[in-house]
């Protein structure tokens, strides 16, 4: 597709349940980034990834959450037993440039709710 | 640390009118970027405009301007000939000027703009 595409849209788990959330970047982006949105808040940094390494992980907020990409393309982002505070958007965003350069410019996908009930 | 503040946390305009949304933010950094997002309902972040710390002139795009007021740290966005198609959150947000990137932004919390016919 044209756009960052992000998979599923919405979720709903229980409480204990581990959740993988998928994001498909703009083909040829280098840089991916992933963040959460609690309710009535603005975007919240979790990580970073230039092509499959993720130089920047100082947003994950726990040990239950962790990511990877592969093939410099797909990320998926996983969180390992789900608690409530975990609900939230998700989103992803990726770029063509590395992060910091002058020209930088962010694509955002449209997120998956995530709730843990 | 950085802080970004902002103080409405819903606004309403009719169409074809103009609205400004406010924007404080708290640094100790000389060189920084503010932007304002925009976020619809289908939760994508919108790059709406962009301003430099150094320059002086206002940013603007189209209906969109800022007033950039450095030394009170005030970064509002006026919106004119609002749009059904403005409705959406708006984000005011911070960026470090060396090391800073798009990716890992400060937001405020947002405040969610309703345009009515």
């Known amino acids: 597709g044209a756009g960052v595409s992000q998979s599923p849209s919405n979720k709903v788990t229980e409480k204990g349940k581990d959740v993988e959330l998928r994001c498909d970047p703009i083909s040829g982006h280098t840089a991916l980034y992933w963040y959460r949105q609690s309710l009535g808040q603005g975007l919240e940094f979790l990580i970073y990834?230039?092509?499959?390494?993720?130089?920047?992980k100082s947003g994950l907020p726990s040990d239950r959450f962790s990511a990877e990409r592969t093939g410099g393309s797909v990320s998926t982002l996983t969180i390992q037993r789900t608690q409530q505070e975990d609900s939230a958007v998700y989103l992803c965003a990726s770029s063509p440039q590395p992060r910091g350069a002058l020209n930088e410019k962010l694509f955002f996908g449209s997120g998956t709710q995530l709730s843990v009930l | 640390a950085q802080t970004v503040t902002q103080s409405q946390p819903e606004m309403s305009v009719q169409e074809a009118e103009t609205v400004t949304l406010s924007c404080t933010y708290d640094t100790s950094e000389s060189n920084y970027y503010l932007f304002w997002y925009k976020q619809p309902p289908s939760r994508q972040m919108i790059l709406v405009i962009r301003?430099?710390?150094?320059?002086?002139q206002n940013a603007t795009e189209n209906r969109f301007s800022v007033n950039f007021q450095k030394a009170a740290k005030s970064f509002s966005l006026k919106i004119s000939d609002s749009q059904l198609g403005d409705t959406a959150m708006y984000f005011c947000?911070?960026?470090?000027?060396?090391?800073?990137?798009?990716?890992?932004?400060?937001f405020g919390k947002g405040t969610k703009l309703s345009v009515k016919p």
């Open positions: 990834f230039q092509g499959n390494s993720a130089p920047d």
């Open positions: 301003q430099e710390a150094y320059k002086q």
């Open positions: 947000a911070f960026m470090k000027g060396i090391g800073g990137s798009q990716g890992n932004l400060i």
